[in-house]
Nanobody, 116 residues
Framework: QVRLVESGGGLVQPGGSLRLSCAASGFTFSSYGMKWYRQAPGKERELVAG????????RYADSVKGRFTISRDDAKNTVYLQMNNLKPEDTAVYHCNAWNLQYNYWGQGTQVTVSS
C-alpha cells in the first residue's frame, strides 16, 4: 500500500522556520522524483519545490527561492522541506508528491500557518 505522510506543519510567526517531512512507503522511493506543493484557501495548487530521483538539480517557485530547501534521504524514504524566513503568504496546506513516468502519488497534507 502506497503511503505518503507529511508532518512538521504548525503555527509560526513571520520570520520563523519550519521543517516539513514526508515519509514514504509502499513503493521504491529512490526511483521517484519528489515535489512539494501547497494550496491556500481560494487559490490554485502551487508547485513549491522539486527534485529528481537521482542527481539532477532542484527547482523552486520564485516566491520561495532563497528561503526554502528541498532535500531527500533515500535511506529513510523521506523528503524534507526546510522553510526559513516564513511569510504570511506561505500559509497553506503543503502536500508531498512522488512521481515517475507511470505513477503519481500524493500525501494528505500538513497545514502551515504563518501569523503573528
Amino acid at each position: 500500500q502506497v503511503r505518503l505522510v507529511e508532518s512538521g506543519g504548525g503555527l509560526v510567526q513571520p520570520g520563523g522556520s519550519l521543517r516539513l517531512s514526508c515519509a514514504a512507503s509502499g513503493f521504491t522511493f529512490s526511483s521517484y522524483g519528489m515535489k512539494w506543493y501547497r494550496q491556500a484557501p481560494g487559490k490554485e495548487r502551487e508547485l513549491v519545490a522539486g527534485m529528481p530521483s537521482a542527481g539532477g538539480s532542484t527547482r523552486y517557485a520564485d516566491s520561495v527561492k532563497g528561503r526554502f530547501t528541498i532535500s531527500r534521504d533515500d535511506a529513510k524514504n523521506t523528503v524534507y522541506l526546510q522553510m526559513n524566513n516564513l511569510k504570511p503568504e506561505d500559509t497553506a496546506v503543503y502536500h508531498c508528491n512522488a512521481w515517475n513516468l507511470q505513477y503519481n502519488y500524493w500525501g494528505q497534507g500538513t497545514q502551515v500557518t504563518v501569523s503573528s
